[in-house]
C-alpha cells in the first residue's frame, strides 16, 4: 500500500489513517491519497482510497470494509448475487443491503462505537411486504451489531420498532438473516416466506 499526501499533513493524521486502513487485515488497497475531496474508495485496475480532512474514522474505516468486502471470496458470498438466483431488482436490493450491514459490521468490530454513534431504527417502506423488509434492513444498524456478536446492543435497537406493524414479520427475518449472514439462505427464507 503506498501512500500520497496532497497539501499538508501531520505525522499524527498520517499514522492514524495507516491504522485504520490496516485495522481490518492486510488492506486490499493499493493507493491511499490523503486530503481528497471526500473519503471514497475507488475500484479498478489500482485500489485507490481517497481520504479527506479532517480525518472521518467512521467513513475511513466503511470505505476500507467495502473493499475487504468486493476482494475477499469469503465476504462476497455474503453479499453477491449467486448464479442460481434470478437477477431482478429484489436480488439487486437484497445484496446492496447486505453489502451495507457487512460493512457496517466489520466497521463494529474494529469499533462499535461508530455505528452506536449514527444508529437509528425506522421501517422504509416498499411497494410490497419484501421490499419493505429488504429496505429496512438496509439501514438498520441493529444487524450489523448482532453480526459483529454486539448481540446486547443490537437486541436495544431492534426492539424499538416493536410498536410498528411490521415488528413480528421483521424481527422473524432480523433473526434468520443475522445468524445465517449468507446471501443464498436469506434469499431464499424470503421466498419461502413473502412471496
Given at each position: 500500500?503506498?501512500?500520497?499526501?496532497?497539501?499538508?499533513?501531520?505525522?499524527?493524521?498520517?499514522?492514524r489513517?495507516?491504522?485504520?486502513?490496516?485495522?481490518?487485515?492486510?488492506?486490499?488497497?493499493?493507493?491511499?491519497?490523503?486530503?481528497?475531496d471526500e473519503?471514497?474508495?475507488?475500484?479498478?485496475?489500482?485500489?485507490?482510497?481517497?481520504?479527506?480532512?479532517?480525518?472521518?474514522?467512521y467513513?475511513?474505516?466503511?470505505?476500507v470494509?467495502?473493499?475487504?468486502?468486493?476482494?475477499?471470496?469469503?465476504?462476497?458470498?455474503?453479499?453477491?448475487?449467486?448464479?442460481?438466483?434470478k437477477?431482478d431488482?429484489?436480488?439487486?436490493?437484497?445484496?446492496l443491503?447486505?453489502?451495507?450491514?457487512?460493512?457496517?459490521?466489520?466497521?463494529?468490530?474494529?469499533?462499535?462505537?461508530?455505528?452506536?454513534?449514527?444508529?437509528?431504527v425506522?421501517?422504509?417502506?416498499?411497494?410490497?411486504?419484501i421490499?419493505t423488509?429488504?429496505?429496512?434492513?438496509?439501514?438498520?444498524?441493529?444487524?450489523?451489531?448482532?453480526?459483529?456478536?454486539?448481540?446486547?446492543e443490537?437486541?436495544?435497537?431492534?426492539?424499538?420498532?416493536?410498536s410498528?406493524?411490521?415488528?413480528?414479520?421483521?424481527?422473524?427475518?432480523?433473526?434468520?438473516?443475522?445468524?445465517?449472514?449468507?446471501?443464498?439462505p436469506?434469499?431464499?427464507?424470503?421466498?419461502?416466506?413473502?412471496?
Amino acid at each position: 500500500m503506498e501512500l500520497v499526501v496532497l497539501g499538508e499533513t501531520d505525522e499524527e493524521t498520517l499514522r492514524r489513517v495507516r491504522e485504520l486502513v490496516e485495522s481490518l487485515g492486510p488492506p486490499p488497497i493499493d493507493l491511499v491519497v490523503v486530503g481528497g475531496d471526500e473519503t471514497r474508495l475507488e475500484v479498478g485496475d489500482v485500489h485507490t482510497l481517497k481520504v479527506s480532512l479532517p480525518l472521518d474514522r467512521y467513513k475511513l474505516l466503511r470505505e476500507v470494509a467495502v473493499a475487504h468486502a468486493l476482494t475477499d471470496p469469503q465476504l462476497m458470498e455474503v453479499w453477491a448475487i449467486p448464479p442460481e438466483v434470478k437477477q431482478d431488482e429484489l436480488a439487486y436490493e437484497l445484496s446492496l443491503a447486505l453489502l451495507n450491514r457487512l460493512a457496517d459490521a466489520l466497521v463494529a468490530k474494529v469499533d462499535p462505537s461508530l455505528l452506536l454513534d449514527r444508529a437509528r431504527v425506522e421501517v422504509v417502506e416498499g411497494e410490497t411486504l419484501i421490499y419493505t423488509v429488504v429496505r429496512t434492513f438496509a439501514v438498520d444498524v441493529s444487524a450489523s451489531l448482532a453480526v459483529a456478536g454486539l448481540s446486547s446492543e443490537a437486541l436495544r435497537l431492534v426492539t424499538q420498532l416493536s410498536s410498528h406493524p411490521l415488528y413480528e414479520k421483521y424481527r422473524s427475518f432480523w433473526d434468520f438473516a443475522t445468524a445465517n449472514f449468507k446471501y443464498l439462505p436469506i434469499y431464499n427464507w424470503l421466498m419461502l416466506m413473502f412471496r
